[in-house]
């Protein structure tokens, strides 16, 4: 064989390596993306972990994580890392997120057995940026990964469904629980939306509804982790850590699929403004 025939044998044999290896750069891209997405979610982790681990001077426990919280939101509107219409939108969830825990902890569902100048009716103030953190990593990864929908339903069917799942959280203690009435009623109705996303120029799609599932999924295991550092405790958690019931997936399930309503909605929202300027 000729040194040219070589040379080419070569060259082909090298891009077919790096074909080969572009699957896991982009993964590796996409989980980048996804842990920077993640920023807000980690640091009220990290958080909970070292005022567990290590005794706090001064404050109750459950402050310092209000403060910390605080802090937190205002150095990533300064740096960039939000913008104000994001803000916006968390500060909604946080409000949404507050309303649940006021509910859910008066009926016993769970608790904060802490001591803390900041709780309201038996909940510390830092709860509600728990909820707020689902909303800034729902906009960071909009963002960061360019998301699209495609085929998605009008807003007279979306909104409705978003107010039905997100009252269920508080009917069911006095009514049916209508959960997986509800989670039927998902999957009928975005049965054939996709959301698409782009990783380092190349386009990806995903069913709307699996989506759901692996976001609900990931946070039941974020549960799992905050329980463990008490951030709050479930009934059964009283005399020892748990593992969370698997059952709990469904019920961040549709608190995810709410949190992604109201997002995609006011996103929609904001973009026909601009194109109506």
Known sequence: MSQMGKSGVAQVRHHLKIEDMRPFKQLVRFGWEQALSCLFPVVIFASLALTKIMPVPLLPRYDWLLIICLLMQVLMVRAGLETKDELKVITLFHLIGLALELFKVHMGSWSYPEEGFSKVFGVPLYSGFMYASVASYLCQAWRRLDVELIKWPPYVVVVPLAAAIYLNFFTHHYWMDVRWILSGLVVIVFWQSWVTYEVNGTRYRMPLALSFVLIG??????????????????PNQADAWSLVHLGKVSSWLLLVIVSFLIVATLKQVKERNAQGR
């Open 217 to 234: 999924f990931f946070i039941w295991i974020a549960e799992n982790i905050a329980t463990f550092f008490s951030a709050w405790e479930y």
